[in-house]
C-alpha cells in the first residue's frame, strides 16, 4: 500500500473521528463515493410479498464467505423476533447438497428449523436474479463486512435492506448507500438495533410496501444512479486538484484521521476543512516529501463493461480501485481492483514539455483495465 497516496471516500463509509488506521491520505467527497447503473432490463416490481404468502421473507443474496457464524447468529435472532418469517438466501454455492446442508445446521444451532430457510442457486439471466427480489421483503446486510453490488440490487429492486454499521469501511458501505437514497434510519449501530430495526420494518406491512413502491425511484433519481454527474462534479475535481497540488510541489498529507487539503472550488466541501494560514503540509513518510503523488485509490465502474474502458466512463456500480497520475499502462490486480502506472521520469517529462494548463486536461483522457467483482 506504500504506493497509494490517495483514497477516496465519504463521511460516512469513512467518518471524520474514523479508528481504523490506513497509509493513505482520505479524500471525502460530497454524497455517497459509489455510483450505480443498473442493467438495461430490469423486471417490475411486485407488490409485497408477505401480503400474498401471509409472512414476512427476510433475503441475502451475499457471497457465502459473509456469512460468518456471528452474521447467522444475528439473522437467527431476528426470524426468532419475527414469529413465521422466512429466510431466502441465494448463492451459486447451494447447488451443493453438502454447502446446503452446512447452511442448514448453522441455523440449527440457533434453534432455526430448516423449512423457515429457501434455499437457491444460481439465476439463469441477470433479469431472473433480479425478478428473484420479488420474493423478498426485506434484505439482511451481512457483517463484519457489507455488500455494495447486492444491496444496490436490492434497492433497485423496492427491497429495503437493514446494515449493522461498523467501524471499519468494509463495514459501513450498505450504510452511505442507504443514506444517499435517505435510508440512513435502516442501519443499525448495535446487533439490537439491527434486530429492532428488521422486527420494525416487519410488523408494519402496509408501511413497508408503501416504501416498497418509492425505493426504486429514490434510487434511479438519486446521485448514486447519475454516472455523469458523479465524474463531472466529483471525480474529476479531485483528480485536478491533486494534480494541482504536485505541480506545486506539495505532496499527499497522509494524515492518520483525515485529508488536509482545502476544497477544490469546483467541489465545495469535497475535501477536509483548509488548513491554518501557514501550516504546513506534513507528511506521513518523510522518505516521499516533495515527491510526485504514486497513486489514488478510488470508485470505478466494474459491472458489465469491457476489458478496457476509458475513465471517464460510469456504467456499472463503482468500486474501490487504485490508480497513478497521470495513468497511460495499466494492469489488474485483485478482485474489483486495478492499477494505472507510469513512472516518475515520464511524469515529469511530460511536465516539462508543456504548461500545467495543457497537462490538467490530459487526466480523464486515461483508461483503466478493470477485473471484475463477483
Same mark, same amino acid.
Given at each position: 500500500?506504500?504506493?497509494?497516496?490517495?483514497?477516496?471516500?465519504?463521511?460516512?463509509?469513512?467518518?471524520?473521528?474514523?479508528?481504523?488506521?490506513?497509509?493513505?491520505?482520505?479524500?471525502?467527497?460530497?454524497?455517497?463515493?459509489?455510483?450505480? +447503473?443498473?442493467?438495461?432490463?430490469?423486471?417490475?416490481?411486485? *407488490?409485497? *410479498?408477505?401480503?400474498? #404468502?401471509?409472512?414476512?421473507?427476510?433475503?441475502?443474496?451475499?457471497?457465502?464467505?459473509?456469512?460468518?457464524? *456471528?452474521?447467522?447468529?444475528?439473522?437467527?435472532?431476528?426470524?426468532?423476533?419475527?414469529?413465521?418469517?422466512?429466510?431466502?438466501?441465494?448463492?451459486?454455492?447451494?447447488?451443493?447438497?453438502?454447502?446446503?446442508? /452446512?447452511?442448514?445446521?448453522?441455523?440449527?444451532?440457533?434453534?432455526?428449523?430448516?423449512?423457515?430457510?429457501?434455499?437457491?442457486?444460481?439465476? +439463469?439471466?441477470?433479469?431472473?436474479?433480479?425478478?428473484?427480489?420479488?420474493?423478498?421483503?426485506?434484505?439482511?446486510? /451481512?457483517?463484519?463486512?457489507?455488500?455494495?453490488?447486492?444491496?444496490?440490487?436490492?434497492?433497485?429492486?423496492?427491497?429495503?435492506?437493514?446494515?449493522?454499521?461498523?467501524? /471499519?469501511?468494509?463495514?459501513?458501505?450498505?450504510?452511505?448507500?442507504? @443514506? !444517499?437514497?435517505?435510508?440512513?434510519? %435502516?442501519?443499525? &449501530?448495535?446487533?439490537?438495533?439491527?434486530?429492532?430495526?428488521?422486527?420494525?420494518?416487519?410488523?408494519?406491512?402496509?408501511? %413497508?410496501?408503501?416504501?416498497?413502491?418509492?425505493?426504486?425511484?429514490?434510487?434511479?433519481?438519486?446521485? %448514486?444512479?447519475?454516472?455523469?454527474?458523479?465524474?463531472?462534479?466529483?471525480?474529476?475535481?479531485?483528480?485536478?486538484?491533486?494534480?494541482?497540488?504536485?505541480?506545486?510541489?506539495?505532496?499527499?498529507?497522509?494524515?492518520?484521521?483525515?485529508?488536509?487539503?482545502?476544497?477544490?472550488?469546483?467541489?465545495?466541501?469535497?475535501?477536509?476543512?483548509?488548513?491554518?494560514?501557514?501550516?504546513?503540509?506534513?507528511?506521513?513518510?518523510?522518505?516521499?516529501?516533495?515527491?510526485?503523488?504514486?497513486?489514488?485509490?478510488?470508485?470505478?465502474?466494474?459491472?458489465?463493461?469491457? !476489458?478496457?474502458?476509458?475513465?471517464?466512463?460510469?456504467?456499472?456500480?463503482?468500486?474501490?480501485?487504485?490508480? #497513478?497520475?497521470?495513468?497511460?499502462? $495499466?494492469?489488474? $490486480? @485483485?478482485?474489483?481492483?486495478?492499477?494505472?502506472? $507510469?513512472?516518475?521520469?515520464?511524469?515529469?517529462?511530460?511536465?516539462?514539455?508543456?504548461? #500545467?494548463?495543457?497537462?490538467?486536461?490530459?487526466?480523464?483522457?486515461?483508461?483503466?483495465?478493470?477485473?471484475?467483482? &463477483?
Amino acid at each position: 500500500l506504500g504506493s497509494i497516496d490517495y483514497r477516496i471516500v465519504d463521511e460516512v463509509v469513512d467518518p471524520l473521528d474514523t479508528e481504523q488506521p490506513f497509509s493513505e491520505e482520505l479524500v471525502r467527497i460530497p454524497g455517497c463515493f459509489l455510483c450505480y +447503473t443498473p442493467p438495461l432490463k430490469i423486471p417490475d416490481v411486485a *407488490p409485497l *410479498p408477505a401480503n400474498r #404468502q401471509g409472512f414476512v421473507t427476510f433475503g441475502s443474496f451475499s457471497c457465502l464467505a459473509k456469512v460468518g457464524d *456471528p452474521c447467522v447468529a444475528l439473522w437467527a435472532r431476528v426470524l426468532h423476533e419475527v414469529p413465521g418469517s422466512r429466510l431466502l438466501v441465494k448463492n451459486k454455492g447451494f447447488y451443493s447438497t453438502d454447502v446446503q446442508a /452446512t447452511f442448514f445446521n448453522k441455523f440449527k444451532e440457533h434453534g432455526i428449523a430448516e423449512h423457515r430457510l429457501k434455499l437457491m442457486s444460481l439465476a +439463469t439471466t441477470s433479469f431472473d436474479h433480479l425478478n428473484i427480489y420479488n420474493e423478498v421483503d426485506i434484505a439482511l446486510d /451481512t457483517f463484519p463486512y457489507s455488500n455494495t453490488t447486492t444491496t444496490c440490487e436490492a434497492l433497485l429492486m423496492g427491497v429495503p435492506a437493514i446494515c449493522l454499521a461498523g467501524k /471499519t469501511h468494509g463495514a459501513r458501505v450498505c450504510m452511505t448507500l442507504l @443514506t !444517499a437514497i435517505g435510508l440512513g434510519d %435502516l442501519a443499525g &449501530e448495535t446487533e439490537d438495533e439491527y434486530v429492532a430495526k428488521a422486527k420494525g420494518l416487519a410488523a408494519n406491512l402496509q408501511s %413497508l410496501a408503501v416504501l416498497r413502491s418509492n425505493i426504486r425511484q429514490a434510487l434511479l433519481s438519486s446521485p %448514486l444512479c447519475d454516472g455523469p454527474g458523479f465524474v463531472k462534479n466529483k471525480f474529476e475535481p479531485v483528480l485536478m486538484e491533486k494534480w494541482r497540488l504536485y505541480c506545486e510541489g506539495r505532496p499527499p498529507s497522509q494524515q492518520t484521521f483525515a485529508s488536509s487539503e482545502p476544497p477544490h472550488p469546483l467541489a465545495p466541501g469535497a475535501f477536509a476543512p483548509p488548513l491554518p494560514p501557514g501550516a504546513p503540509i506534513v507528511s506521513g513518510s518523510p522518505a516521499r516529501n516533495g515527491t510526485a503523488p504514486q497513486a489514488f485509490m478510488m470508485a470505478s465502474p466494474v459491472s458489465n463493461l469491457p !476489458a478496457s474502458i476509458p475513465l471517464a466512463a460510469t456504467p456499472g456500480l463503482m468500486q474501490t480501485h487504485a490508480f #497513478q497520475l497521470p495513468a497511460l499502462s $495499466m494492469h489488474p $490486480m @485483485t478482485n474489483a481492483t486495478a492499477s494505472m502506472q $507510469m513512472s516518475q521520469a515520464a511524469m515529469m517529462s511530460q511536465a516539462a514539455m508543456m504548461p #500545467q494548463a495543457a497537462m490538467m486536461p490530459m487526466l480523464p483522457q486515461a483508461t483503466m483495465m478493470v477485473q471484475p467483482q &463477483e
